[in-house]
């Protein structure tokens, strides 16, 4: 958790699979004035052992009971990156009532999308990337078309289980949102990468295009902009989130 102002609503952050909280570090950071939100998922980073598959239904479900148990009652603004996002859009719809805004970074609507890149796919089915520092710098343009960061996203690492991961992967598996995206009401800040290698942006104008008060970003970097465009990326979801 991070401290903000009082003033503004709090932000909770889902992230991409196999990935700790300290990787959110960055987006954190720049946005002082927001209490910012973020939790492990089940046999990631600081979470206990995962010990069965979930469903994005019970990650939803999850996801508010940690709320009450912290004392979050009023709203609050949610941004989900890459299978955070597929967690983010299924929290919206499932709780609309605990969420203000949206924010849907490098993500699609699940099982329905546009694929990315095979080779690059066919690395992620593996947290090989987590576990060897050596792999993650050989593969790291490659992977996220991305080559700024590579060292300092490296450094806050924290490996998943292999459990953790594969029930990541596992949720993730034929699921899609595109039959309730109509439905979301929120205000929806849609952001893609233009060089995404694992989520091609066309699956960011898809959610645009399917949410009713999306609006669509796209910016000119591969699939960790909201790390590598942090300067040009950050203000403009700042910007969203602090509107009136």
């Known amino acids: 958790m991070w401290h903000g102002s009082a003033e503004r609503v709090p932000l909770l952050l889902f ?15 720049r946005l002082p004035d927001v209490e910012v939100i973020a939790f492990d998922a089940p046999g ?15 990650y939803a479900l999850l996801t508010t009971r940690l709320l009450d148990e912290l004392g979050y009652r009023r709203k609050v603004d949610v941004l989900g990156v890459s299978w955070g996002g597929a967690m983010a859009q299924q929290l ?3 709780a609309r009532r605990r969420v203000r805004r949206l924010v849907l970074a490098a993500t699609s609507t699940g099982a329905l999308m546009v694929p990315g890149h095979p080779r690059v796919l066919l690395k992620l089915a593996s947290p090989r990337r987590y576990l060897d520092a050596d792999y ?44 309730f995206l109509p439905l979301i009401p929120h205000e929806t800040l849609v952001l893609t990468g233009r060089r995404d290698p694992i989520v091609p942006s066309i699956n960011g104008r898809i959610l645009a295009r399917l949410i009713p ?32």
Do not use: C
């Not at 992230?15 to 950071?29: S, T, W």
């Not at 080559?147 to 990541?168: C, M, N, V, W």
């Not at 970003?217 to 902009?225: A, P, R």
């Open 136 to 179: 993650l710098e050989r593969h790291f343009a490659a992977l996220y078309s991305d080559e700024k960061g590579s060292g300092d996203h490296a450094a806050r690492i924290k490996p998943p289980t292999l459990p953790g991961y594969l029930f990541q992967l596992l949720a993730g598996a034929g699921w899609t949102s595109a039959p």
């Open 15 to 29: 992230n991409g699979i196999g990935a700790n909280v300290e990787l959110l570090a960055p987006i954190a950071d």
């Open 213 to 244: 008060r999306a609006r669509l970003q796209i910016v000119d970097g591969g699939h960790l902009f909201l790390m590598s465009q942090a300067i040009q990326v950050m203000p403009l979801i700042d910007e969203f989130l602090a509107a009136d």
């Open 44 to 58: 990631v980073g600081g979470s206990g052992p995962a010990y069965r598959p979930y469903r994005p239904w019970q």
């Open 92 to 94: 919206a719809f499932q």
